[in-house]
């Protein structure tokens, strides 16, 4: 058996202390048209032998609030809690109030905007020169899905979409919004009781500066990076150490929360992902209590789980 130096086995010990009540806000975990490497039951008993607080499921197609309430119901050993999401694409009808509130009802934690079928995302496919394996290209092709009318004013269905997540208290992400659209949508949910504003990875795809990460998280919203651009072996990788820092910085840690983005085949598992996320963040020269802000103490409280963390 090959022997572990202290020194590793000191760090091992310090990542095991900081995700003790982590979050997961961003996993795609299945089952989903795309191949993915764990199912969300797998995902809850691997996060709970880790002493996570919760995951948040989403999947491009459709909202796994049903699932979370099946395994909440018949695993109430398994310490961490799972909730789901709705992203707004074609398969739930775009921005589609009936099935926002649909998910308020049975528990769901965040909308969406789109992400697959953002007008944003599919320039984005075309130059990128890269389909997501989640697309449903696979079927047909995907439509669409506007936020701004031709004047870049907020589509009225998405100021409906906006109240509904006002009136339950939900999360809104961006999803893959341009981030000039970003802005327009997220300072109509302010304007109409929004409280609870998510940056979907602005590191990729949304075409996001450091100034706009600033300016997003003055105006009171939580920036989300995606590990999995950030880390060696990971075949979503995209951006450097250096970049993850410079996003941390710019928001401020205290407007910074961590997700795995992970999932698929292919890749390491979500644990490892923030395993391997929280030791960066070491070799970044972060301390251990701001990573387990970034990872925990921050998630929940966008989230609005204090109370149910601390049961």
């Known amino acids: 058996m090959q022997a572990v130096s202290p020194k590793a086995d000191g760090r091992a010990a310090r990542i095991d202390a900081i995700l003790q009540g982590a979050i997961d806000p961003h996993v795609h975990s299945g089952p989903s048209i795309a191949p993915r490497g764990i199912d969300h039951l797998e995902l809850v008993r691997e996060m709970s032998g880790a002493g996570f607080a919760a995951v948040v499921t989403k999947d491009h197609d459709y909202a796994g609030v049903a699932t979370a309430a099946l395994i909440s119901k018949h695993h109430p050993e398994l310490p961490t809690k799972i909730y789901s999401s709705i992203v707004l694409n074609n398969v739930v009808g775009g921005i589609n109030p009936y099935a926002v509130e649909h998910t308020a009802a049975m528990g769901g934690k965040i909308v969406w905007m789109p992400t697959l079928a953002a007008e944003n995302h599919l320039r ?41 997540i006002a009136k339950n208290d939900m999360v809104l992400a961006s999803g893959h919004l341009h981030v000039s659209e970003t802005w327009l949508v997220f300072e109509e949910a302010q304007r109409r009781g929004v409280k609870r504003l998510i940056f979907t990875h602005p590191e990729d795809i949304v075409d996001a500066s450091l100034n706009d990460v600033q300016g997003i998280a003055t105006m009171g919203a939580t920036v989300e990076h995606s590990l999995c651009m950030f880390l ?61 802000k970034m990872v925990s103490t921050n998630t929940t409280q966008v989230l609005g789980l204090e109370a149910a963390v601390e049961n």
């Open 232 to 292: 060696e072996g990971s075949k979503f990788k995209t951006r450097t150490a250096e970049d993850l820092r410079l996003q941390i910085d710019a928001a401020g840690v205290d407007r910074t929360i961590l997700c795995s983005d992970l999932g698929q085949v292919g890749v390491f598992s979500p644990l490892e992902g923030f395993r391997r996320g929280v030791s960066l963040c070491m070799e970044l020269g972060y301390s251990d209590e701001d990573i387990h």
């Open 124 to 164: 984005w496919e075309k130059t990128a020169g890269w389909v997501h394996p989640a697309s449903t290209q696979k079927m047909r092709p995907a439509s669409p899905v506007p936020v701004l009318d031709a004047n870049r004013a907020v589509l009225d269905e998405v100021k409906e979409v906006l109240d509904v």
